[in-house]
């Protein structure tokens, strides 16, 4: 186990394990954290994964984790390991079962006020029209082919169906498709686990949620990203469904036995990784691409799909209500980037997972009309509370590998959760406090209830002040779709 004397304040919110705590730590392990938020982490077993991460092969600079760092598989959440490329590994407990997990921030000029009255119908039509649960079948049967089209062209492929605006794509992670997706390296069980979801939200901590916008800290970045206080947004928070849990079960299930045959020692089974540039380690990378894709796709047809739920709603009845997006971006993903270390451009294989890529001011990476603000990072709350639009800084740059937090992070399991709230009374809570919520499931509520997460405006609070992200806006929720 680790302790609170085993770690050294190097800052104000920088805590740091020397890589001499244990012998098998090839870097520090870095946390970045408030005092209150430091001791939250050292309540589950996501510290000692943190250190486990820091043995890696090829890890290079730190071992780093988020102010909403807790417990994962292998890996924490809101973890980020660089390894040094070609020869230094990739790992699937780095990127997690599901596989682009990510946020999608949708915008309308339309005030709440002017959606207030309509918005039990428009919870309603969202609740009927984006597919939500474990197991739920969207609108798409895709063949053969459209699915292996949708595995390596992502939210591209969307685009040519008519189901997404060019400008979505230019506001998406990559422009909404990972290059490198090969579906061959798909097992036929991923690719029939996917084939009938896209298009559907899932169950556990992903929702669409209804918000308005509460408070606008920087009104010029604000307004380049079309945020206005008082106006409606909407956020999609889900991934690649079965696809990508079936991907991720699938290898690491196979690296079993590839970090014996590399001779990789580890301190956990759990970490079971490959070299980047052997056989194994590319054709995860392949795999992993094509769920990534999958979950671009996905997010892009549920934007679809809300879309027309505003316009079932709202249409001859309030002015401006289209919605624009802001942005969509993973954090849950491996990705192939350059970043300055000790003055030199190095070549690694960045691991985020529950970590958002947060790239500053300046990126080639991003549309020209956001290059001189950075990239727009979203942080979604726990149900009930606020949630946050950030921007990339030249802090996380220099600090993080680009990277910042991913949302407020657990601090009580599921199962804890669930025997100490009750989904029927939490939904008449959120009721009285004015925030509507349909949900297929009252257990499946109870588990993401608010007491079971931290203070995600800690959290942000914390990666704003170090400077690896910087607030633009916080939204409040108005009414909560969960599977």
């Not at 990378?285 to 505003?310: D, E, K, T, V």
């Not at 599921?414 to 919520?437: D, M, N, P, T, Y």
């Amino acid at each position: 186990m680790v302790s609170e004397h085993n770690l050294v304040r190097v800052a104000e919110y920088v805590w740091e394990i020397p890589a001499t705590f244990r012998d098998d730590m090839r870097v520090p392990a870095r946390l970045y954290a408030d005092e209150d938020l430091l001791r939250a982490a050292l309540t589950d077993n996501s510290v000692v994964q943190l250190v486990n991460t820091a043995t890696l092969p090829g890890v290079i600079k730190h071992a780093i984790a988020m102010p909403d760092i807790h417990q994962g598989y292998g890996f924490p959440i809101g973890g980020v390991v660089a390894t040094r490329l070609p020869h230094g590994v990739i790992s699937p407990g780095g990127v997690g079962y599901d596989i682009n997990c990510g946020v999608r921030l949708l915008v309308s000029l339309a005030a709440v006020e002017e959606i207030k009255p309509f918005l039990e119908e428009i919870a309603s039509a969202l609740y009927a029209n984006c597919p939500s649960g474990v197991g739920s079948r969207g609108p798409l049967r895709l063949s053969n082919s459209e699915l292996d089209g949708v595995l390596h062209e992502g939210a591209r492929w969307m685009l040519g169906k008519g189901y997404a605006l060019r400008e979505d794509l230019d506001r998406t992670e990559e422009f909404g498709r990972i290059p490198g997706a090969d579906a061959a390296y798909v097992s036929a069980r991923a690719h029939e686990r996917g084939r009938d979801q896209l298009g559907t939200l899932g169950a556990g901590n992903h929702f669409i949620e209804v918000d308005r916008i509460a408070e606008v800290y920087d009104e010029a970045i604000a307004a380049r990203l079309g945020i206005y206080a008082g106006n409606v947004a909407v956020q999609i928070h889900c991934g690649s469904r079965g696809l990508g849990h079936q991907v991720c079960e699938d290898y690491v299930s196979r690296f079993q036995k590839t970090v014996r045959d590399y001779g990789i020692t580890l301190p956990d089974r759990e970490l079971v990784c490959a070299p980047f540039d052997s056989s194994e380690g590319q054709e995860y990378f392949h795999a992993m691409a094509c769920a990534a894709n999958f979950a671009f796709a996905n997010r892009q047809l549920l934007a679809y799909l809300i879309r027309r739920s505003f316009e079932q709603v709202l249409a001859g009845r309030v002015g401006d209500f289209h919605l624009q997006q802001v942005y969509d971006i993973a954090h849950n993903m491996a990705k192939v980037e350059e970043h300055n270390i000790e003055g030199h451009q190095i070549r690694v294989c960045v691991h985020r997972k529950g970590s958002t890529r947060a790239f500053g001011p300046g990126s080639s990476v991003l549309p020209d009309d956001l290059r001189d603000i950075g990239q727009p990072v979203l942080i979604p709350g726990s149900m009930g509370t606020a949630s946050y639009v950030l921007v990339g800084t030249p802090g996380a740059m220099e600090e993080t590998f680009g990277s910042t937090c991913h949302g407020a992070g657990r601090v009580m399991s599921r199962a804890k959760a669930k025997k100490l709230v009750h989904g029927a009374e939490l939904r008449q809570q959120l009721k009285s406090r004015g925030i509507l919520v349909c949900a297929g499931s009252m257990s499946g509520l109870a588990e993401e209830a608010p007491a079971a997460y931290k203070d995600v405006s800690q959290v942000v609070e914390v990666v704003d002040r170090v400077g690896i992200g910087k607030k633009i806006a916080r939204l409040e929720p108005m009414a909560v779709i969960k599977g």
